[in-house]
């Protein structure tokens, strides 16, 4: 996993020179893909598998960056990959994930036709995704768009979301595995925290599948 892109991204919100093209690019077809992923503060979730068009994402189980306030501002990105091919009219996205409050585990697919992605001219064209893990099971895709005009915050624009679906098969108490895998002991100790945030609403009632 390479954390290139941010630097990328930082360095695209820096430039204002016709060099740098921002935003959406008409018809141009991307040639990279860049994503991130993120939980909302209130759900810390393990990341089970991730794939792009069937390419896995990493090694799992993983973390989840756990601050979705900013999602364009940072956290850890996950890859950068070429477009599939010249034909690739869509991105598919598959995830399986746990919540580590309640043990819960998911998963869910995602289709995205390119022409609904936020691209920008920074080494080639470059499309920007960040997969987000809700409450309950909740699963969102967001891009990146223009910042806010009130607050000047890069929040994403909203592409699509879907409930995930259950699969008790795969429950488990990550709680019993804060040794084997980085930064879980460290999110568990801040428990009290996230605990207390405010849940975020969600259509998703968990129990689908």
């Excluded at 996950?78 to 477009?83: D, E, F, K, N, Q």
């Excluded at 998911?106 to 920007?128: F, K, N, Q, R």
Aim: hydrophobic content about 35%; some cysteine; aromatic content about 6%.
């Amino acid at each position: 996993m390479t954390r290139a892109a941010n630097v990328l991204a930082g360095v695209g919100m820096l430039c204002t020179g016709g060099a740098m093209a921002m935003g959406m690019l008409g018809n141009s077809r991307p040639t990279e893909l860049t994503f991130r992923d993120a939980a909302h503060q209130s759900t810390p979730v393990m990341v089970d598998g991730l794939t792009i068009n069937g390419a896995a994402m990493g090694s799992f189980p993983t973390l989840a960056s756990s601050s979705w306030m900013n999602p364009r501002g940072g956290k850890a990105t996950l890859t950068r990959l070429a477009w599939p091919d010249d034909n690739a009219q869509i991105i598919d996205v598959h995830a399986e994930w746990t919540e580590i409050e309640t043990g819960r585990a998911y998963e869910a697919d995602i289709s995205v036709p390119w022409g609904e992605l936020h691209v920008e001219d920074v080494v080639g064209l470059t499309a920007y995704v960040t997969v987000v893990y809700g409450r309950n099971g909740e699963f969102m895709l967001f891009t990146d768009a223009d910042p806010d005009p009130k607050t000047g915050q890069y929040n994403g624009r909203e592409v699509t979301r879907v409930c995930g679906k259950r699969t008790p098969n795969r429950d488990q108490n990550y709680g019993l595995r804060v040794n084997e895998i980085p930064g879980l002991g460290r999110l568990i100790e801040r428990r009290d925290q996230w605990m207390a945030v405010p849940d975020i609403e969600t259509s998703c009632t968990g129990e689908a599948g």
